[in-house]
């Protein structure tokens, strides 16, 4: 029995996208459990590697134009809050994007419609199937609009959308490395009024170092120098 899941059309005709081959959008919305499935079939893992190219190029343009006087440091924070696994799936799911992803039995079966990655990675691959099927120029307006929500978010001033923990960690695994390490060194004040200091490690080595008035806090100001640290 074939894994449910909606037609193509319906999702660009709800985007309001111009279609010329919608080939590509079939393609992007093709998990590999289902292309595995189906022998000739192609997954969308190759438009995935594209579309996360042209967001990341259309985002850092729209930030550039739209913050002038922004340091490289500050821009490069807003395009991380918006290019990352979590808005990126934050936004499929507002499509309902998960409906329309082809995926094999056992990934259907567990669960794989509302798998941050798996939504995340489709939308990429819808974006790179946009970039190749409408050219640079058509899609960015396109692409703008679908992330206008949090575009604005971040526009009005509401960021960071993720903390500086998460976003440490998102940018250690991009590099392969080894996952941030955190150690409370010190401790300062009254009970009623204590202070915190944290460091953070990365291969072992002290990146970041914090204070707070909870641990957590320590740990977050901590992993802000870290990322500073590695951003700017």
């Known amino acids: 029995m074939a894994t449910p899941y909606k037609n193509t059309a319906k999702l660009l005709k709800f985007l309001s996208w111009p279609v010329q081959n919608e080939e590509l959008y079939q393609e992007a ?6 292309a595995y499935e189906i022998e000739g079939l192609c ?3 190759r438009l995935e590697f594209l579309g996360d190219a042209a ?3 259309i985002m850092s343009a729209y ?9 490289e440091g500050r821009l490069t924070l807003m395009r991380h809050n918006v290019v990352n696994e ?13 409906m329309y992803i082809k995926l094999g039995k056992g990934e259907f079966l567990s669960g794989g419609a509302e798998k941050a990655s798996v939504l995340a990675d489709a939308l990429e691959a819808l974006i790179g199937a946009l970039f ?11 692409v703008i609009d679908l992330f206008k929500p949090v575009l604005k978010a971040v526009k009005q001033g509401n960021f960071p959308l993720m903390d500086y923990k998460t976003m440490l960690q998102e940018i250690c695994q ?3 490395s080894k996952p941030p390490v955190y150690q409370i060194t010190a401790e300062y004040g009254p009970p009623h009024d204590k202070a915190f200091e944290a460091v953070v490690k990365l291969d072992s080595k002290i990146k970041g170092v914090g204070t707070g008035k909870s641990k957590k806090e320590a740990e977050q100001s901590a992993a802000k120098a870290a990322w500073e640290l590695i951003e700017l």
């Open 29 to 34: 919305l093709t998990h590999s459990s289902y």
């Open 43 to 45: 997954s969308n893992e």
């Open 55 to 57: 967001l990341e190029l």
């Open 63 to 71: 930030f550039f134009e739209m913050f002038p006087d922004a340091s």
């Open 86 to 98: 979590k808005t990126l799936a934050k936004i499929a799911r507002d499509i309902n994007l998960g």
């Open 132 to 142: 190749l099927d409408q050219g640079y120029q058509a899609s960015v307006p396109l």
């Open 174 to 176: 991009s590099k392969g």
